[in-house]
């Protein structure tokens, strides 16, 4: 191995530095900016200025947590300072593919977990490889270290879901939802409890190892840090009661500078977890060039290593473009704030069995609480509880109360976390205290809790599957290093640019759908027309191409071959998925900016809807009795049961038409199809009774029968959903054309 091989490799790592800042940054972003994003409390551009301040601010002062990368975890003198090299590349390439897979999906995860894992995993397999025989490989790693770490950020988890629940339940029955008069009375000191924790969050947590707070100040707050406390309190109080005085939101100024003191400690903190890894993997170069001997031990990197500023300043302006340019970042903010909201929104996750029977179990408890709380107890929380709907938060996410004591909460956790010298996530205290404020805040209705819960369930599952991924993949990675050298770069850097590629081009395809329909719905406050008329537009192609999903699938029920509807369950599903996006975009209106014609239009489109998720369901029962048929390799249909079909199938097929040319302003004459219509019941008749005939006399098996009468049934039922879809079209039509004719 060449010598010279090590620039290349800086290089690399500089890259990937790079890459691990951006997928970082765009996971992590979430962390600092939802309570003032969900809350609304200012416009995205000065929420984003803020928080882009604290990160230049904590990563330019970040110094002491870059010791976590090269020995926090394992001992770094028991390994060859090429095998470092090694642990060090396969971590990066690592946490580069897991942030962006989580990013694509907009599933918040901890970089701290990812980082612990991915050294754990990486350094164990190095340590099972080169250890001498009888020497256990566990010995290479800090395990007290390690477990005291892990254990932390899960415990974390628990406490911070309790006490979001305690603090915001107790914040909402002293506020209520009339903000305007309660913060008259509680308003100044709620703020000033708040502004001294966020401050104290700050001080204690963000720059206990900065060099911009000289440490006996540091020591002097650890020292006095009651007396301190209770003074900032008091003097906040004061001032706060003033400017409450003067009309100012006070929860305005706990949220901002909220945000700016999380970004702070994020980008002071968790800056280890994006370029802790590259730094000590160019400290470890550096070694290399002064013993000229690569399989030299580390003992070099068990010291504090200086980190130079231009380092930490580079770091912090590409996590800054990171967060305001980042797309991905805005899906992971969109995930957590959905699942906190207060609004009623399309659910992002599917309902799974552990959340239905956790949320089961919840209303049980709900039902038994209720019945042993004293009446005059549950009346007083109720009046606190209730909701005024005309207020300025009704169309937000959830309002500055609950923004400030997520805020507030989360700082408080983490900074005591700090004070007892215990490691926590700051994406598990921040999420979970969200989720736990919006339990407490009666935001999970019966309607939406089940979606909720499950929601919350993926992304701690999503957390677990971290540990366990990250861990077993650094451990493979690693191990290709060490068996082929510096060439495994030649495989794993393509693959790792393919698979960023590839996943963007997945997140760009799901951003551009979702923000087509967003576009097309919002149309109905400014153009109804326009609106309808898109829409409308887009129901009938895919109408249309469900219509030959149709066709393929009965095809492959006339001929019995499967391979003729190949791909046409993820087709169909997709046409869920976008019925779903439009009403949930529609049941987001905000009323107060709909005239009543635009409403009108609303309730119509609500209708045709309606009518186009049933022609969905409808194909999609058809094609699995169609699959049933042919996954028990039952016969295809016959010539009398096809013939019995063929003016079913000829029905739907001009429907189908019918639409699309409906769309298209070409309207056509339906009487044959509203005739047919009148006919069905008696040729509903027909087939079942000719069905019957044909097992008795053995033309058809009695295996046969039940899907196919339920093919029948569909189809009929099919058909009715096509006609009332095309009346339903012609009114919206119809509500075009006297707007243009009052025009």
Sequence with gaps: MEFSIYQLIIVIMFLLATSDLIVGVANDAVNFTNSAVGSNISSRKVILIIASLGILIGATSSTGMMEVARKGIFRPELYSLENLLFIFLSVMITDILLLDVFNTFGLPTSTTVSLVFELFGASLMIAFLTKPEGVDAFSYINSQSAVKIISGIFLSILVAFILGILFQSFSRILFTYNLTNTTKYFGSFFSALSTSIVLFFILITALKDSSLLPMEWVEFIRNNLLFIFVFATFLFWIVFQFIILFGFNIFKFIILFGTFALAIAFAGNDLVNFIGVPIAGYNTIQLIYETSDPNSLGVGLASNVYIPGIFLFSASLIMIATLLFSKKAITVTKTEISLASDRQEHDLFSSNIVGRRIVGLFLEFWSFSKKITPKFLSDFIRTRYKKNYKTEF???????LRASVNITTASLIIMTGTLFKLPLSTTFVTFMVAMGSSLAD??????????RVSGVLTVIAGWFLTASITSILSGLIVAIFFFVGF?????????????????????????????DVYE???????????????????????????????E???????SGMKKEMKGSNKELQKFGTQYALYMSRIAELDERVLTESAWLSAFNLENSLHNFRKIINNIITIRESVDYNLENYFSALNDEEDEDIKD?????????EALYQLSLKNKIKKTNTKLFQNNLSNLKYSIHKNQIKRVKKGKSHLNNLVPYLTIVEEMMDLNKNLIDLYENMEKLISIKSTKKKAT
């Design 520 to 550: 097309k719905i919002e149309l109905l406050t400014t153009n109804p027309q326009e609106s309808i008329r898109s829409m409308l537009s887009t129901m009938a192609e895919n109408l249309l191409e469900a219509g030959k999903i149709l």
């Design 648 to 656: 079913l199938k000829k029905s739907i097929k001009s429907l189908f």
């Design 487 to 515: 060439y495994a770069l030649l495989i794993l850097i393509p693959l790792l640019i393919l698979t960023i590629y590839t996943f963007s081009k997945i997140h760009r395809d799901r951003e551009l759908k979702a923000s």
């Design 394 to 400: 009704a169309t937000e996410p959830f309002d500055h």
């Design 552 to 558: 393929r699938v009965l095809k492959a029920y006339s």
């Design 442 to 451: 009666r935001a999970w209705t019966r309607q939406s809790s089940v979606g």
